[in-house]
């Protein structure tokens, strides 16, 4: 089977490119643009303007080659490996011949993962019982345990007790990258058909209205929507079963919530971003197995976020560095990226830093909502897992290990679906009811539970340390049992308020020995974009950047994105991406 493969984009060149036609149009923002302004045509992908309406398309041949599968997972992260690998683990063990194809937009398996993370490793053990003698990449257990709040000048420590979310024992320190890719060696030699290098680009539907597998992004396309002379076709993966796991907010996702009405009854999902670098750092100052959290500073208290600072054992003084920013902020003029810069220079953080080597910056965004914002898992043809419906355990800032479970319930539940003797569909496409049911009476549904309202209990007048009183009363003492689940506020972009209700925030001046700006920051992240290729990022209106989000919130893209501008889709109500 020959595929085209899938070129890469690169946030970046989307950050440069939006950048110009702001400053291109800034003059006739200072008269505050109308609705009825003509405004230029940025958006060129098909879903927004139709192929079969484009002259330049007359006579391209459109036609895609198919191949059938019995299940196609989209992404392979932990949660899309653990289903892929648990899948071929049953069909080998009841002698069943099931065909497991998975594709992944990342060049190789791994690569989109920044490493950099603490592993519980219960999902994994679960998976892999014998995880040790196959290798994998699992080097630094967690020694060490600290937190703290930070003043402008000071770290005040806070003892962590055991039983709470914080409390790392038995935790690994890992490069998550590196163990994707081992996890993808292991669903290799399980059998899974594994295809790095292409993008599930489009939902199919049988007529039924049930999926029927995705079709992978075409290539060849000009920055203006036009073929090239090198255009190709994608291809079509059909099967009974269609995986989601694309990771947080992802666009196909998107697309299921709307057709399948799966946030019906749900909360909105809320959201972070995560901002992280590696370092080598002088070995004399390298603590291996030591976790650093903090909150405070340089975030005030109504702001969720926090920082982490993990020492790995990789055989190098490497540690991995991050700040988190919850996205319901209310300050349009807040960059989580120059906070991110700004915390480093605190007095009991840049010591460790001095004198070493930034090696690799990233980010991701984070699915916070929790226990309250899950939507319905199901629907004809296919079900969610990972990220992508969001099961992170926000106070313990970790979300592998379930998502990892919730793939392995998801192929259980799948294979005893396929292999049923007495299987009966309503609709082409298996809706696999079972794997909702089996995530609900599993740990993971359990874990959720307990933790639910710390994240929305830091909406109160205490902010950030009110969500820690509360942890503290009502995690630690009865576990989660109280009575009651607490609301978030709604849409993360509903809370912002307009530029001209709130204080300018004068950032410091990048020093490039600590502290850095984004472009020598988004030169370590590893993106690559051709120049004439199409953004990746679709808006419904092209209006909106500069009739809305620079007219009342004095363009927040520029800040809220960690490569500029190309972060439209985590605060969708100012952008409306598709």
Same mark, same amino acid.
């Given at each position: 089977m020959q595929v085209p493969l899938a070129r890469l984009a690169c946030p970046a060149y989307q950050c440069f490119h939006a950048l110009q036609i702001k400053k291109n149009y800034l003059p006739l923002c200072a008269t505050r643009w109308s609705s009825t302004s003509t405004v230029p045509r940025i958006?060129?992908?098909?879903?927004?303007?139709?192929?079969?309406?484009?002259?330049?398309?007359?006579?391209?041949?459109?036609?895609?080659f198919a191949d059938e599968a019995d299940v196609v997972i989209v992404g392979a992260g932990p949660a899309g490996l653990s289903a892929a690998a648990r899948l071929k683990q049953l069909a080998a063990q009841h002698e069943k011949d099931i065909r497991v194809c998975l594709v992944e937009k990342a060049a190789q398996i791994g690569t989109h993962t920044l490493s950099g993370a603490c592993l519980d490793p219960r999902a994994l053990q679960e998976l892999f019982p014998d995880w040790k003698e196959k290798g994998a990449p699992l080097n630094t257990p967690v020694t060490e345990d600290r937190f703290g709040i930070l003043t402008e000048k000071y770290r005040i420590p806070v003892p962590i007790l055991p039983g709470l979310p914080m409390n790392n024992h038995g935790n690994y320190i890992v490069r998550l990258g590196h163990l994707v890719s081992w996890m993808g060696e292991q669903a290799e030699a399980l059998g899974v058909e594994v295809y790095p290098g292409y993008a599930a680009a489009e939902i199919l539907f049988h007529e039924d209205g049930s999926v029927k597998g995705i079709a992978t992004n075409d290539v060849g396309i000009q920055k203006d929507g036009a073929p090239k002379t090198t255009f190709e076709r994608g291809l079509e993966l059909h099967a009974k079963v269609t995986?989601?796991?694309?990771?947080?907010?992802?666009?196909?996702?998107?697309?299921?919530?709307?057709?399948?009405?799966?946030?019906?009854?749900?909360?909105?999902?809320t959201y972070g971003i995560g901002l992280k670098e590696l370092w080598i750092i002088d070995e004399k100052k390298?603590?291996?197995?030591?976790?650093?959290?903090?909150?405070?500073?340089?975030?005030?208290?109504h702001t969720y976020g926090g920082s982490f600072l993990y020492h790995l054992n990789e055989g190098e003084p490497l540690v991995a560095l991050g700040f988190v920013v919850g996205l319901d902020y209310q300050n349009?003029?807040?960059?989580?990226?120059?906070?991110?810069? &700004?915390?480093?220079? %605190?007095?009991?953080?840049q010591p460790t830093l001095e004198g070493g080597k930034r090696v690799a910056y990233g980010a991701r965004a984070l699915n916070e909502g929790g226990f309250q914002s899950i939507p319905k898992l199901t629907f004809p043809g296919g079900l969610l897992i990972g990220c992508s419906p969001g099961f992170m355990n926000v106070p313990k800032i970790k979300g592998t290990h379930t998502a990892m479970k919730s793939g392995i319930l998801a192929a259980e539940s799948i294979f005893n679906q396929l292999t049923s003797e007495n299987l009966q569909s309503k609709t082409i496409g298996l809706d696999v009811t079972e794997y909702e049911d089996n995530l609900k009476k599993s740990w993971v549904w359990k874990e959720l539970y307990a933790i639910r309202n710390v &994240?929305?209990?830091? %909406?109160?007048?205490?902010?950030?340390?009110?969500g820690m009183i509360y942890t503290g009363i009502f995690y630690w003492i009865f576990r989660g049992m109280e009575p009651w689940t607490l609301k978030h506020k709604g849409s993360d972009s509903d809370q912002l308020r307009p530029a001209k209700d709130c204080t300018p925030i004068e950032y410091p001046k990048p020093d490039g020995q600590i502290s850095f700006d984004l472009l020598s920051s988004v030169a370590l992240s590893g993106t690559n974009h051709e120049h004439d290729q199409p953004a990746h990022l679709t808006l419904k209106d092209d209006s909106v950047p500069v009739n809305r989000n620079l007219t009342i919130y004095d363009g927040p893209e520029q800040r809220f994105c960690p490569a500029d501008t190309a972060f439209f889709t985590k605060r969708r109500s100012l952008a409306t991406p598709c």
């Open positions: 958006t060129t992908h098909y879903t927004v303007h139709p192929r079969d309406k484009d002259k330049r398309w007359e006579g391209v041949n459109m036609e895609r995986v989601f796991a694309e990771g947080c907010h992802g666009h196909l996702a998107k697309q299921l919530y709307r057709k399948f009405d799966l946030r019906a009854n749900c909360e909105p999902q390298w603590k291996p197995g030591r976790v650093d959290h903090t909150v405070g500073w340089p975030l005030d208290r349009p003029y807040l960059s989580p990226f120059r906070e991110f810069q &700004r915390w480093k220079h %605190h007095p009991s953080i &994240r929305p209990s830091c %909406h109160g007048v205490l902010g950030v340390y009110g």
